[in-house]
T-cell receptor, first 111, second 112 residues
Framework: KQEVTQIPAALSVPEGENLVLNCSFT??????LQWFRQDPGKGLTSLLL?????REQTSGRLNASLDKSSGRSTLYIAASQPGDSATYLC??????????FGSGTRLLVRP | NAGVTQTPKFQVLKTGQSMTLQCAQD?????MSWYRQDPGMGLRLIHY???????DQGEVPNGYNVSRSTTEDFPLRLLSAAPSQTSVYFC???????????FGQGTRLTVV
């Protein structure tokens, strides 16, 4: 059974800092892993999708990596800004292709 | 391009009432799903569909019904609302389970 864990649950950093969010999954036979952003009271916005054949995926200041052998993915945010404050969720499919979500990391970037 | 549209955005129901949460997508996606999000529980899958006429249960299906008569629409029905169904409901769609998933803005439901 696929289980997805995100640590830490919350993170507070000063503006300008580079930071890494962690995501762990138990079933390494995944097709892909997706990172989302959720602002308070809003839906989920897709940030990056990494296919199992890829090691990294980049979009602007965001870089996501995937290491299937260790069951880990990281989301790297460069030069963080207050507008990056949100909850970040990762999701991996289980053996029936249903998305399993982590509980998220709540990020606060202080001006 | 509207993406995934959910209606209503907010709803208050009395215990025992029934209602339908609407979800529509205009991206010709085959795969659609419903999640509920509760504090401390994360996102949990209620029902999903891999195409018109095909639905299946997720992790927490009790008290909910779905049908998929068209590719575009995937409504979620609450048969007899209970306070335990107070939650935020999200609809999602993707071309297939291996591609990027897109979410609606959510329906905040309160059952009193």
């Amino acid at each position: 059974k696929q289980e997805v864990t995100q640590i830490p649950a919350a993170l507070s950093v000063p503006e300008g800092e580079n930071l890494v969010l962690n995501c762990s999954f138990t079933d390494s036979a995944i097709y892909n892993l997706q990172w989302f952003r959720q602002d308070p009271g809003k839906g989920l916005t897709s940030l990056l999708l990494i296919q199992s054949s890829q090691r990294e995926q980049t979009s602007g200041r965001l870089n996501a990596s995937l290491d299937k052998s260790s069951g880990r993915s990281t989301l790297y945010i460069a030069a963080s800004q207050p507008g990056d404050s949100a909850t970040y969720l990762c999701a991996a499919p289980d053996s029936s292709y249903k998305l399993i979500f982590g509980s998220g990391t709540r990020l606060l970037v202080r001006p | 391009n509207a993406g995934v549209t959910q209606t209503p955005k907010f709803q208050v129901l009395k215990t025992g009432q029934s209602m339908t949460l609407q979800c529509a997508q205009d991206m010709n996606h085959e795969y659609m799903s419903w999640y509920r999000q509760d504090p401390g529980m994360g996102l949990r899958l209620i029902h999903y569909s891999v195409g018109a006429g095909i639905t299946d249960q997720g992790e927490v299906p009790n008290g909910y019904n779905v049908s998929r008569s068209t590719t575009e629409d995937f409504p979620l029905r609450l048969l007899s609302a209970a306070p335990s169904q107070t939650s935020v409901y999200f609809c999602a769609s993707s071309y297939n389970p291996h591609t990027e998933a897109f979410f609606g803005q959510g329906t905040r439901l309160t059952v009193v």
